[in-house]
C-alpha cells in the first residue's frame, strides 16, 4: 500500500470525517492559533494550512467531532502488558483502525460511544481512552525522535472502520467514569504506586480552569515535593505536565 504524505493523508481522514489540523514537524504542538478547537474537514482549509507548512504533522481531533475516540497505549508505562492482560482475560480486540506511534506505542480508534465524555480517561497505567477535547498525531507524522507515524498494515484506515468499543472496554469506561464522581480527595501523603496517578488528577483539575503548561509544572513541581514519598523526578513531573497540557480546557469536564 503506498503511503500517503501528510496533505494527501489530511485529506483522506477529512473524506472520512475526521477532523483534522497541523501540529509543529517532529511536535504534537498546534501551529494554528486556536488548534484544536480550528480542526476542520473542509478540503480547501486543509490545502492551504499544509500549503503553509508543508511538512506539518497531522493531527486527528477526536470525540464526537469525528465520531472516533482512540485507545492509547503506551509502553513506556506498561500500557502494552497492561492490554496484553485486558486482552487475555476478555478477548481479543475487534479489527478497528491501528496506528502505530513514532514513540513505539499504538493507537486504536473506535466509534464514538456517544454521549458527552471528556478528554481522557485512565484506564491503567500507559493505558488511555482519548475522547472529546483530545487529539493524536497521526500517520505518517514523524515523532520528535525522528521515526514515522505509520499504520498497521492488516488495520489501516482505508481497509476498515472504527469499531464499536468491546463490551468489557466500554464496561470499563462506565466504571471509570463512575468511579470519578465518587472519587475520594487526593491523600495528603502520595507513596509508590499513588504519585502518578494523583499528580495527573490535579493536573487534569488545574487544565479544566484553563491553566497553561508553565503554571501546571510549576504547580506539579510543589505538590511533588511536598507530598509525594519520596518525590517523582522532575522528567516524570514535565511528562504529566505535557500530556495533560494537550487536552482544550473544556474537554477536562467531567459531564
Known sequence: MVELGQIEAALAYAFRGWSCFPCRPRGKEPLTDHGLKEASTTPDTIREWWRHWKQANVAIALGAVSGIVALDVDPRHG???ALDELVEQNGLLPATPHSLTGGGGHHFLFAHPGGKLKAMYQLADGLELRADGAYIIA??????????YAW???EHFEDVLPARLPPWLLAMLRAQRQQERERPPVPEMLGEGQRNLNLARMAGAMRRYGMCQE?????LSIENERRCVPPLNRDEVVRIALSISRYEPVGGRNL
Not at 500517520?139 to 514515522?148: L, V, W
Not at 503554571?215 to 504547580?219: H, R
Open 79 to 81: 500500557g502494552d502488558a
Open 215 to 219: 503554571a501546571i509544572e510549576s504547580a
Open 152 to 154: 498497521e498494515v492488516s
Open 139 to 148: 500517520p505518517p507524522s514523524i515523532h520528535p525522535n525522528g521515526h514515522a
